[in-house]
């Protein structure tokens, strides 16, 4: 069951090409928490996002998207763990540390992606997550991401 609101919506000012609302050329991914430390996106590719074979959707999107989700679901933690409502009060930024992604079979053009996050660890300063994007019922790709708190002027 989705909370009402997606994470990208309640986060102020973000211009970002994969997850920010105010990026009206972007991708425009939406995330929802679907427990205490997991989260999922659906993400509908265009036929312009495809690989060099039209039938498969480009490895920079699929980074992109794993990139935003989790980054997102970060933020939304870091809210969470001061006890305020995602986007309430002062700013909670965090940035991408490390995007290891493990490409491991061709995800499809045509066809919805579906992306989990999970939250391996969080410290004051980063959060460890691993993220899983699955297309046509199979996992396509996984990442590791190292996502590190930064200050607001960043
Ligand atoms: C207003 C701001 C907007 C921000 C973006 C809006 C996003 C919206 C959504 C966007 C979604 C898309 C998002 C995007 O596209 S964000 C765009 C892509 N990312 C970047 O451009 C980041 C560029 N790099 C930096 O700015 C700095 O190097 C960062 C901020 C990453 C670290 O800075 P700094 O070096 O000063 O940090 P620190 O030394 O105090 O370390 C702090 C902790 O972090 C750990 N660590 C650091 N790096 C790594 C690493 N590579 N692997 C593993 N761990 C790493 C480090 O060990 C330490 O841990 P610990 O020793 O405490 O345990």
């Known amino acids: 069951m989705h909370e009402p609101a997606a994470i990208q919506?309640?986060?102020?000012?973000?211009?970002?090409?994969?997850?920010?609302?105010?990026n009206d050329r972007g991708l425009q991914i939406k995330s929802y928490w679907t427990g205490e430390d997991e989260t999922v996106?659906?993400?509908?590719?265009?036929?312009?996002?495809?690989a060099g074979p039209t039938q498969y959707l480009n490895g920079g999107i699929i980074a992109t998207v794993m990139d935003c989700h989790t980054i997102c679901t970060a933020i939304a933690d870091?809210?969470?763990?001061?006890?305020r409502a995602t986007g309430t009060g002062d700013k909670i930024w965090y940035?991408?540390?490390?995007?290891?992604?493990?490409?491991?079979?061709?995800?499809?053009?045509d066809e919805p992606v579906?992306?989990?996050?999970?939250i391996l660890e969080r410290s004051?300063?980063?959060?460890?997550l691993q993220c899983e994007l699955k297309s046509g019922g199979r996992v396509?790709?996984?990442a590791d991401v190292i996502a590190v708190r930064v200050p607001d002027n960043w």
């Open 124 to 128: 004051e300063r980063k959060t460890h």
């Open 78 to 83: 870091g809210y969470r763990q001061a006890g």
């Open 140 to 142: 396509c790709a996984t």
């Open 114 to 118: 579906e992306l989990t996050a999970k």
């Open 9 to 22: 919506d309640q986060i102020p000012e973000n211009h970002c090409y994969g997850c920010g609302p105010e």
């Open 95 to 109: 940035a991408t540390g490390k995007l290891d992604v493990q490409y491991r079979a061709p995800a499809l053009i």
């Open 41 to 50: 996106c659906t993400f509908t590719p265009s036929p312009h996002h495809c």
